[in-house]
């Protein structure tokens, strides 16, 4: 290895990046994102702070790197039909049946609602991506001449993962295939497939 | 008055009660319900300790009655359709514009899922009647004949709040009349109106 390739080496690499990343999500899920340290993340992850700053400048991107992380499901298939590739891009929301999601899930709620900074790099990195995928979805039902002609998309489209976290953060009821199934079968494909 | 109606008498009365309730309320979305206190929401309304607690015996029967007190609508109208009730019922969620709700809210979701006790008391005492009053709107439109035979009402009744809650907390969009609308007509009746 010459001198540069030892200096252009990142200090983070791969698996140890994604444990860093594992552990900002758990002190996440446990104090909160305003109490979240870079120390506390680093202490949990047995590295050091010097680590931790050089790969990530502050919290707000070790924490959303962390959370971009997470979502990196492979694109979903195209099944042929509306139904089924709903059904294989949301299967995968199962995994919130995990308690740690569940608090996960309300600290970046919470952070949402009272870190504006954290609100916007949230919506445009972590959610951005998930809501183009969905819409990506729906056009390529579209292209199919699955849809009726008046299918407002950017309503549609967030409906059902909508409806699915709803009934888990308010109701209590953790998201499965036979519900998810059910939404999209009962309420996603009435709204949008035109009648045969 | 006799001595015995002095005794009889509620400490906390009309009026002083409800401004308690909605200090609570503001502390509430301020701290968030964990570190909520008896002696904080005491202090802030300007009242005794002592009468806090002999009204409500700690804070979570203090918090669960201003949120109960909160939604306190009257019986929405039978306005003769599925689509009328709905949008009578429903055009009140345009008090979510307040920034305090918004905090509020979150507040709620994290308590639900950080404190079994909470969430038990609110899903039974807040969300309770909600789903209730819901759900007899649905069942009103399957006494009118509106709705398809196959219709699952416990799915398809918290689908409208659940869609605009999910875009109003995590897509920051504010609900408005018009997105009701826009729910109620493209979503929801295609869902469960009968052909006709």
Known sequence: MTPAETTARPRVEGDREQEILDTALEVLAEVGYDRLTMDAVATRAKASKATLYRRWTNKLTLVIDALVAQKAAPEPPDTGSLRGDLAAAYCGFGGLTDRHTVSR????????SRDPEFAAAYRT???????????????????????????????????LPGIVLHRFLMLGEPPSPDLIDRVIDQIILPAAVAAS
């Open 125 to 159: 990195q972590v959610l951005g991506p998930k809501v183009a995928q969905s819409i990506a979805i729906f056009e390529r039902a579209r292209d199919r001449g699955e849809l009726r002609d008046d299918v407002d998309i950017s309503l549609i489209a967030p409906a």
């Open 105 to 112: 899930f309300t600290s970046v709620l919470t952070a949402i």
